[in-house]
């Protein structure tokens, strides 16, 4: 099948950078976004950022300005710099792709990365 493969949480001050990558790999036709979700404790999961194959990107409002996301669609990866990190960030971040697999290109599924801890303490 598919899997996605995140790597890069961690612990930063209040005020630090962190960057997360996340690549795909398996049965893979094409991919049509690639995103970040967080859910932080007690919370609902929120979409973070997104990012089309045509290089169009949207971010929730309140990480406008201090994360970037970046797609490599020859590598099938992406990625979320972090920067200006607060402590209302810390939570559990999520890759998820929506992937067309090979010979079903009529239908794209969803994909999940099994999350990567991002704590900042304040």
């Known amino acids: 099948q598919v899997q996605l493969v995140e790597s890069g949480g961690g612990l930063v001050q209040y005020g630090g950078s962190l960057r997360l990558s996340c690549a795909a790999s398996?049965?893979?036709?094409?991919?049509?976004?690639m995103d970040w979700y967080r859910q932080a404790p007690g919370k609902q999961r929120e979409l973070v950022a997104s990012?089309?194959?045509?290089?169009?990107?949207n971010y929730a409002d309140s990480v406008k300005g201090r994360f970037t996301i970046s797609r490599d669609n020859a590598k099938n990866t992406v990625s979320l710099e972090m920067n200006s990190l607060e402590p209302e960030d810390t939570a559990v971040y999520y890759c998820?792709?929506?992937?067309?697999?090979?010979?079903?290109?009529?239908?794209?599924?969803?994909?999940w990365g099994q999350g990567t801890q991002v704590t900042v303490s304040s």
């Open positions: 398996g049965n893979i036709g094409s991919i049509d976004t």
């Open positions: 990012a089309s194959g045509g290089g169009s990107t």
């Open positions: 998820h792709a929506l992937i067309r697999n090979r010979g079903i290109w009529s239908r794209a599924y969803n994909y």
